[in-house]
C-alpha cells in the first residue's frame, strides 16, 4: 500500500481527523448500561393473568313455560261422603232396639269389591232365590241411632255364586234420620266351607269401618263353620210376601 508523504498539510490533515474524531466521540457518547428495572410485582404476567370473565350474555331469558295443573279425575271413593244423604227407606215398623254390646266384627273374606252402587235393593230381574227384606237399626255404645251411616252389603247369589266381575248382589246404602237401614235382597246360597250368611261393612259418619257378617237362625251349616258367630244371626219371621229379618248393628260412632 502506498503511504501519504508526511507533509506540513497532511500532518495537519491528520491533526484535524483525530480532533473532530475525539469530538465526535465525547458528543455521541456510549450509551450508559442502566440496570434493568426492577420487576414490577404488579406486573401482569403470563403465570397470573387471571381468566377472562365471559361477558354476560344478551340472550333473551326465556322464561319458563307456565305449566298448567293437571285435571285430576275425582279419586273413586272407598269410604262414604260425610255429607251423604240418607237413602235407606224402612218400610216396617220396627221393634225399639235393645243394645247388648257391640257388634262383633268378621273377617271381610277374599270377595269384597269396593266402590258399589248406592241402591237398598240387590234384586235383579231374572234372579232366583228366595226374596228377604233385611231392616234394622244402627246404633252407637249408648243405643242411640246414628243417621247417614254407610252400610255395604255383598253376599252370594241364590245359587251360592259371587260375583267378582260386577256387583251383582252388591250394594251401599245410608241409614235414614231414624237410623234405619233396609236391605231387599235374597236369601244367600250356600258355598263349600261356609254356612248362609251376607258380608256387610258399616261405618258411621266420622267412626271406623266394621267389618262383619249376619247370619240366619236354624241352619244346619251353622254348627260346621268355623266363622259363625250366633251374637249375628238375624231375627228372621216368615211372612207372605217372603222372608223378613230383622238385625241391630252397634258400632263405635267415633
Ligand atoms: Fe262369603
Not at 2 to 27: C, D, E, F, H, M
Not at 57 to 86: E, R
Not at 224 to 238: H, K, M, P, S, Y
Amino acid at each position: 500500500m502506498r503511504r501519504a508523504k508526511a507533509t506540513p498539510q497532511n500532518r495537519l490533515k491528520v491533526w484535524y481527523g483525530s480532533l473532530i474524531s475525539v469530538l465526535l466521540l465525547t458528543a455521541c457518547g456510549a450509551a450508559p448500561i442502566t440496570q434493568p428495572p426492577a420487576a414490577n410485582p404488579t406486573a401482569t404476567t403470563a403465570a397470573n393473568v387471571p381468566p377472562r370473565v365471559a361477558p354476560p350474555t344478551t340472550a333473551p331469558i326465556v322464561s319458563a313455560p307456565t305449566m298448567s295443573a293437571p285435571t285430576a279425575s275425582a279419586p273413586t271413593a272407598t269410604q262414604p261422603p260425610a255429607t251423604a244423604a240418607p237413602t235407606a227407606t224402612v218400610e216396617a215398623a220396627l221393634p225399639a232396639p235393645q243394645c247388648t254390646g257391640l257388634t262383633p266384627a268378621q273377617t271381610e273374606g277374599p270377595y269384597y269389591t269396593p266402590d258399589t252402587p248406592e241402591r237398598t235393593s240387590l234384586i235383579e230381574p231374572g234372579m232366583t232365590g228366595t226374596k228377604l227384606l233385611l231392616t234394622g237399626f244402627v246404633l252407637d255404645a249408648n243405643c242411640q241411632p246414628i243417621a247417614n251411616t254407610w252400610l255395604d252389603f255383598w253376599q252370594a247369589d241364590g245359587e251360592g255364586e259371587y260375583d267378582n266381575a260386577g256387583y251383582v248382589m252388591r250394594g251401599h246404602q245410608f241409614t235414614d234420620a231414624a237410623g234405619r237401614y233396609q236391605l231387599e235382597t235374597v236369601f244367600p246360597g250356600l258355598y263349600p266351607g261356609r254356612t248362609r250368611h251376607i258380608h256387610v261393612k258399616v261405618q258411621a259418619p266420622n267412626g271406623p269401618v266394621l267389618t262383619s257378617q249376619i247370619y240366619f237362625p236354624g241352619e244346619a251349616a251353622n254348627a260346621r263353620d268355623g266363622i259363625f258367630d250366633e251374637a249375628l244371626i238375624a231375627d228372621v219371621q216368615t211372612t207372605a210376601d217372603g222372608v223378613r229379618g230383622t238385625f241391630n248393628f252397634v258400632i263405635n260412632a267415633q
